[in-house]
């Protein structure tokens, strides 16, 4: 795989993301009335963010940039993962679960 | 009604529409210190996952949608075509697509120029706060697009301000304390408090899986294969689901 995308790819990038993201926001706010939601594709459109973030977050986190994938229980970007995980089960506090993912993370990196 | 009658008439209008500008800015006050911790959070992860300090500000000011940005950092990372990283963000963005539609019916009298504006500020925040708002007729009977500038604006400038500090805090943080990771646990953060019912439990994991297994097609296209496939499953079981009735429907007095 090539370097970082940088340079006028990154512009378009940012000019690409802003662009879909202001369609999706205004999409039925500017449409006329007689567009409607079709209730299966509505069902699929709440799915769809959860399922590519999972599908970009899984290899990420077993691959990063490595030939194969990094099973290990000791895998230390996995790890910070669980421990993240384990405090999203019982608390919403965000800057806590970065904070027990990236201590798991560094510890693992550290010691291991 | 005479000049003086109009005169009133405007005043009075303007001095509603203020105040309802302002009842919307204390509605979202309590909800503020989320879009603080979220803004600084993007803006460390923009900036640790690899994008120039003037990029991160431009990404931040212009796209104001911290799951997309999220999403596009470790396909930027890993040099990814353009067109896949777009797309990919905008999959991301297509919950807003059924906010749009929620929101409509709320707005529907305004110009084109005012319910795209809204629909600029409109984030997850904004509009679960607009929805219970509504829900409990708590909204104000007029100037309600005035109460949703007022919510929207104390989001924007606190994200923002946020999101700033944290690229400029970030980018003074050596590399070596890894802190580039934190885009990938914001994402597991994303998505955690997401997995609370059996079709989204399924639909990720089926997703997650076939990432891995098609992992080796060109252009990072297994993403989107992934992507479907895991919406497909998902889709497949709420539909299922919801023509059952309720197991508990039988035992209920």
Request: hydrophobic letters at 55%; glycine letters at 10%; proline letters at 5%.
């Amino acid at each position: 795989m090539s370097g970082p995308v940088a340079g006028i790819g990154l512009a378009v990038v940012i000019v690409g993301l802003a662009l879909t993201t202001f369609l999706t926001r205004t999409s039925f706010l500017l449409a006329g009335s007689r567009l409607r939601l079709n209730y299966r594709v509505e069902v699929a459109l709440r799915y769809a963010p959860v399922c590519v973030l999972a599908a970009i977050i899984v290899p990420d986190v077993l691959l990063h940039g490595a030939a194969a994938f990094d099973f290990s229980p000791l895998n230390p970007r996995l790890l910070g993962v669980l421990a993240a995980g384990l405090w999203l089960s019982w608390s919403r506090n965000i800057l806590g679960c970065l904070a027990s993912g990236m201590l798991a993370y560094s510890l693992a990196r550290v010691l291991l | 009604m005479g000049i003086d009658g109009e005169y009133r008439q405007l005043v009075t209008g303007n001095n509603e529409r203020r105040e309802a500008f302002r009842a919307g800015r204390r509605a979202i006050l309590h909800s503020l210190p989320g879009a603080a911790a979220w803004g600084v959070i993007s803006g460390v992860a923009m900036v640790k996952g690899g994008l120039p300090l003037p990029w991160a500000i431009l990404m931040s000011l212009t796209v104001y949608a911290g799951s997309a940005q999220l999403a596009a950092l470790p396909l930027i990372a890993a040099g990814a075509p353009l067109w896949v990283i777009v797309l990919t963000g905008l999959i991301t963005n297509l919950r807003f697509v059924i906010y749009s539609a929620a929101l409509r019916p709320y707005f529907a009298d305004l110009s084109a120029g005012r319910r795209a504006a809204l629909g600029f500020f409109m984030t997850d925040f904004t509009f679960a706060l607009f929805m219970r708002h509504a829900q409990l007729g708590t909204l104000p009977d007029r100037n309600r697009d005035a109460w949703f500038a007022g919510v929207c604006s104390n989001n924007w400038i606190t994200w923002q301000v946020c999101a700033m500090a944290g690229i400029v805090a970030g980018s003074r943080v050596p590399t070596e304390w890894g802190l580039e990771f934190t885009g990938t646990l914001a994402l597991v953060a994303l998505v955690g408090p997401a997995l609370n019912a059996r079709p989204v439990i399924v639909g990720a994991a089926v997703a997650a899986l076939v990432a891995l297994l098609v992992h080796d097609l060109p252009f990072r296209l297994g993403l989107f294969v992934a992507a479907i496939a895991g919406i497909a499953a998902a889709s497949f079981m709420d539909i299922r689901l919801s023509r059952e009735p309720p197991a508990d429907a039988a035992s209920t007095p």
